[in-house]
């Protein structure tokens, strides 16, 4: 098992930065396949961009050029840069993990952190 914590969120003025880390408990965080996906109020959870074990990465189209994943292994975390925001990516972030089988669907991954907030203003 994994447990996941999330912190960096925050408010920001459109156009400006947040960096998101997740922080993974265990000894087998390198094994897993790490995603952050986000929810507006109102709105169903959705995936925003996942990175393998081997550093491939995948985003959603609305993030690409502005959001960039990394991990690092040796400290167990897990990192969301995003840049230029835009208001519409306000929305709870969460951190979440599964085993095995790149996937942007939300029930596929076993493993959430709390969530935290991330709120841009106009």
């Known amino acids: 098992q994994v447990q996941l914590v999330e912190s960096g969120g925050g408010l920001v003025q459109a156009g400006g930065s947040l960096r998101l880390s997740c922080a993974a408990s265990?000894?087998?965080?390198?094994?897993?396949?790490m995603g952050w996906f986000r929810q507006a109020p109102g709105k169903e959870r959705e995936f925003v961009t996942y990175?393998?074990?081997?550093?491939?990465?995948y985003y959603t189209d609305s993030v690409k050029g502005r959001f960039t994943i990394s991990r690092d292994n040796a400290k167990n975390t897990v990192a969301l840069q995003m840049n230029s925001l835009k208001p519409e990516d306000t929305a709870v972030y969460y951190c979440?993990?599964?085993?095995?089988?790149?996937?942007?669907?939300?029930?596929?991954?076993?493993?959430w952190g709390q969530g935290t907030q991330v709120t841009v203003s106009s």
């Open positions: 265990g000894r087998t965080f390198s094994s897993y396949i």
């Open positions: 990175i393998s074990r081997g550093g491939s990465t």
């Open positions: 979440a993990a599964r085993r095995q089988g790149f996937t942007t669907t939300p029930s596929d991954y076993n493993y």
